[in-house]
């Protein structure tokens, strides 16, 4: 029990932490130069659902599209948005939710090729 719960907690906790360094450096960039906002929530939702799985990339997207809506998008520091920035904020969590679904099907291709090739080995071994 306590190494299942362990193991949730470093899936999930890689997300979060993927999307709180994506939302300092945009945070950094953003002040620096008007860059697009984006890219580097994008990279903590390949990295969380690469590392974690379907969950954890969905956590990723959902922490993403939140901390960009309260920091970035006009008027800043809340939750009220504009229909552009809705429509900018939906192309977001579509690329998020297609990087997530391709991690994820690679993942499972992936076991499925391991399993695959230990039934050819084993099979090889008998004769």
Do not use: D
């Not at 929530?41 to 901390?67: D, K, N, P, R, T």
């Not at 809506?69 to 939750?79: K, Q, R």
């Amino acid at each position: 029990m306590l190494k299942l719960t362990r193991f949730h907690l470093q899936r999930y906790g890689v997300a979060v932490i993927t999307v709180l360094l994506a939302l300092v450096l945009t945070r950094l960039l953003w002040s620096l130069q008007k860059l697009s906002l984006y890219p580097l929530f994008l990279a903590a939702v390949m990295v969380s659902s690469w590392y974690g799985g379907l969950g954890a990339g969905l956590l990723a997207i959902v922490l993403s599209a939140l901390a960009s809506i309260y920091f970035f998008i006009a008027p800043i520091h809340s939750l009220a948005v504009t229909i552009p920035s809705i429509v900018g904020l939906i192309q977001f969590v579509l690329v998020a939710l297609l990087i997530n679904s391709l991690n994820v099907a690679l993942r499972f291709a992936k076991k499925q090729a391991e399993v695959a090739l230990a039934k050819l080995r084993s099979s090889c071994q008998k004769v």
